[in-house]
């Protein structure tokens, strides 16, 4: 992580989550929606704000996102769209615009 030039804090309905910063209850709350199927949660995080789940996007630090390469060969591939649109599915959604018609990605910008 290095720092950036932007110090605002995003409030959202949805982000990609790679770091957690929780209480105990939290991530006692967040570990219902999981199974083995899904194990890596594919399309949990856009229902963060359907689970009334408060999240925020701090942009004074930028990571590199760093992914898998489907060339090695200690990786089981999975179709991360078809596990995220059946996981949505099942909380009543059909699409990625339903949920951000009911929940638009970013609810408020606070600058600091």
Not at 90 to 103: A, P, R, V
């Amino acid at each position: 992580m290095h720092p950036s030039k932007i110090n605002t804090l995003r409030i959202a309905n949805f982000i990609e989550i790679y770091l957690y910063i929780v209480t105990p209850n939290i991530l006692q709350k967040m570990f219902t929606y999981h199974c083995k199927k899904n194990s890596l949660l594919w399309g949990y995080d856009l229902l963060l704000g359907h689970f009334n789940f408060k999240s925020g996007i701090y942009e004074n630090y930028i990571c590199k996102h760093h992914c898998r390469q489907y060339r090695d060969t200690k990786i089981k591939h999975i179709s991360g769209s078809r596990l995220m649109i059946n996981f949505i599915k099942k909380y009543g959604f059909n699409s990625t615009d339903e949920i951000m018609k009911q929940y638009p990605p970013i609810i408020n910008t606070i600058n600091l």
